[in-house]
């Protein structure tokens, strides 16, 4: 069966949105100035600043008004509690397995975390499978989570797509498997001279449905 690798924050998930409503919610909590948000979204960088950075560039700023442990909840759980998946971006997965692709996630970012969404949305009941950055031990676009992906659901690289909103993670990380990819740009231009994307969709719903429907019109 073909395969299909997805990403999954800011793809099959919204979440941004997820943790600006826990960065809403931290910060009327500790009784910080609302102003605050566009601030800890723009340390935060989409999930992509490390963890570690985002709780250190916290305390320096709030001091003694929020405790380690406080900072550490909210960074461990706040988007993860939130997030949901689309009722658009379930179906084409849906219809994406009852037209015989093997859909499996690959993602950045600690297995904890990670998991608790998939398990959340109930992505677990619609995929075959997922990898996590943390435990195997390589970050998109590193071409072993790629390998490790395909491995975990007993499926080939050969003729595989990537479907992402990253274009260094995912698309990159596409090219250097030779995987077809649907860039994700959630409305952005494309900006990238080095590399492109076989097909860009606005959305993860849109990006699956051409995936399914490119494979069905191949001779």
């Not at 826990?22 to 009327?28: D, Q, T």
């Not at 600690?110 to 970050?139: C, F, M, P, Y």
Request: net charge negative.
């Amino acid at each position: 069966m073909p395969l299909l690798m997805l990403d999954l924050d800011n793809t099959l998930v919204d979440r941004d949105a997820a943790f600006r409503d826990a960065v809403s919610e931290f910060l009327a909590a500790h009784g910080l100035p609302s102003s605050d948000l566009a601030w800890l979204m723009s340390v935060d960088a989409s999930g992509y600043t490390p963890r570690q950075a985002v709780a250190a560039a916290m305390t320096e700023r709030y001091g003694g008004a929020v405790t380690g442990d406080a900072v550490r909840r909210f960074l461990d759980r706040g988007a993860a509690d939130r997030v949901t998946l689309g009722g658009p971006t379930r179906d084409a997965l849906a219809e994406a397995v009852a037209a015989g692709w093997t859909c499996v996630i690959v993602t950045n970012g600690r297995v904890s975390q990670q998991e608790l969404k998939i398990r959340k949305t109930g992505l677990d009941a619609l995929v075959h499978g997922w990898v996590v950055s943390e435990s195997a031990g390589h970050k998109k676009p590193a071409p072993e989570i790629f390998h490790a992906a395909a491995t975990k659901v007993g499926a080939s690289l050969d003729s595989s797509w990537v479907v992402g909103d990253s274009a260094h993670a995912d698309i990159r990380g596409a090219t250097d498997v030779d995987a077809r990819s649907v860039w994700v740009s959630n409305g952005r231009p494309w900006t990238e001279p080095a590399f492109r994307p076989t097909h860009i969709a606005v959305d993860a719903a849109s990006a699956i449905r051409y995936v399914v429907g490119a494979s069905e019109s191949a001779p």
